[in-house]
């Protein structure tokens, strides 16, 4: 592979564990190859697309592929799905490895391995992939879940840039004992709290748990008939977000049709700023969701269309 351009800013996202791995590990890919350490910056899908992308090089990780990214000097390293490869912009792409792992490949042909950053790697690829048969996927939740429940700058921060940090950290044990206590009584009651959208897609409301976990038991739950299951998740900034999971590659479409995006299985949007409460955001996913049925004046117009009108 060419050698990458000098980032300006690496972009990455922010909601989970693979964007914050994603983005130290090309901090510091940068530092060895040029000598300094570019800005870094975490970003929402919807917050992303409204910033401008003035600068003339970046590193771009896990926030899938812009078509306003296709520029020269810019480099994207993903895994989600894509329609129209770039022309002018390096990817770096594979659907079966997760965004952090892509980096850490990169970091390894640097020399900036380690075995700290295999262990880590591999338990964020399980987790991010939702590999739910690998024999280290419920302690990969745990390290998953560190990112949704603390934050993506604040346990930067807790552990100064060191990633390796949150290998066995005494948070650890928080996210345990909650899965172990929280889990069984909230799959319980988000059993009865399953909100119809559409026909096809379940708003699942949670009060305690890993809500990740939650949905995905409920999906292999006969006596629930959506294919795809979402749930309300609120933002460091006030806004709400939809985290959606499916068994069988439909969560995807539904994220895109709210300017969202993600794996088939595993995506996620963040709603308008005016969805404030669980109650809005119902009405705006049913709004958008269910397919408005034609105008009483159109179906109208189709009955007489081809009839001769009288002499």
């Known amino acids: 592979m060419a050698p990458l351009p000098k980032p300006d800013v690496i972009l990455t996202h922010e909601s989970d564990l693979d964007g914050l791995i994603s983005g130290v590990l090309l901090q510091r890919l940068a530092e060895a190859e040029f000598g300094v350490r570019p800005r870094l ?18 590193w771009v990780a896990d ?24 022309r002018n912009a390096v990817l770096i792409h594979d659907p079966h490895k997760s965004a952090g792992r892509l980096c850490y490949e990169l970091c390894q042909a640097a020399g900036l391995g380690s ?14 992939l939702f590999r739910d048969d690998d ?38 044990e928080v996210m345990a004992v909650k899965r172990q206590v929280e889990n069984p009584i909230g799959l319980a009651w988000s059993r009865s709290n399953v909100i119809e959208i559409t026909p096809t897609v379940g708003l699942v409301e949670t ?31 006030g806004s709400l977000a939809v985290s959606l999971r499916s068994r069988h590659g439909e969560a995807l479409a539904v994220a895109e049709r ?4 993600g794996h088939p299985n595993a995506a996620a949007a963040t709603l308008p700023r005016s969805v404030r ?13 269910n397919p408005r049925p034609e105008p009483a004046l159109n179906r109208l117009n189709d009955l007489f269309a081809g009839v001769e009108p009288p002499a």
């Open 207 to 237: 009060v305690v748990g890993n809500p990740n976990l939650i949905v995905h038991a409920l999906l292999d739950d006969p006596a629930i008939r959506y294919s795809v299951l979402m749930t309300a998740v609120r933002r460091g900034n």
């Open 135 to 172: 024999p280290d996927f419920v302690v990969a939740t745990d390290y998953a879940n560190l990112v949704k429940i603390y934050g993506f700058w604040n346990l930067l921060t807790l552990v100064e840039g060191q990633i390796e940090r949150l290998l066995n950290h005494p948070l650890l």
């Open 63 to 86: 926030l899938a592929l812009d078509p306003r990214m296709d520029r020269p000097n810019w480099v994207i390293i993903d895994h989600h799905a894509f329609d129209t490869p770039p």
């Open 115 to 128: 075995p700290e950053l295999d262990r880590l790697v591999h338990l964020s690829d399980v987790a991010d």
């Open 277 to 289: 409460t669980t109650e809005d955001a119902v009405q705006y996913l049913r709004q958008v969701l």
């Open 258 to 261: 709210l300017q969202g995006g």
């Open 41 to 58: 910056e975490a970003w929402n899908y919807h917050g992303l697309r409204q910033r401008p992308l003035h600068e003339p090089s970046a």
